[in-house]
Structures are given as C-alpha cells and as structure tokens.
C-alpha cells in the first residue's frame, strides 16, 4: 500500500519520463491528484503512474 512518505522532486520526475504520450501523462497526473484530494491522503495508491 502507500507510505506515509513526502512527495520527492526526484520520484516526481522520475514518473514524468515514463515512456507514454504527454496527454495521457497529464490526464494521469490531474486525476491521481484529485484522488490524492478526495480521500485526503498522500497517495492516490497508483504506484508508479504521474502524479502519485
């Protein structure tokens, strides 16, 4: 499951240069962070993906 870890400049842009088209980058980006926000947590529990 997800850790209780602070978000890291490095893991963030680490899942940026994921090879996939730069839309779905940024539509996966926008809705883990609406996860993120709905439940109030620090993950949105989709290790790996923009975003999370």
Do not use: V
Request: hydrophobic share 25%.
């Amino acid at each position: 499951m997800c850790s209780n870890k602070k978000p890291d400049l490095k893991d963030f842009m680490g899942n940026l240069k994921k090879p996939m088209p730069f839309t779905r980058k940024l539509g996966l980006y926008f809705r883990n962070n609406l996860l993120k926000i709905k439940s109030l947590q620090s993950c949105c529990g989709n290790h790996g993906e923009p975003g999370c």
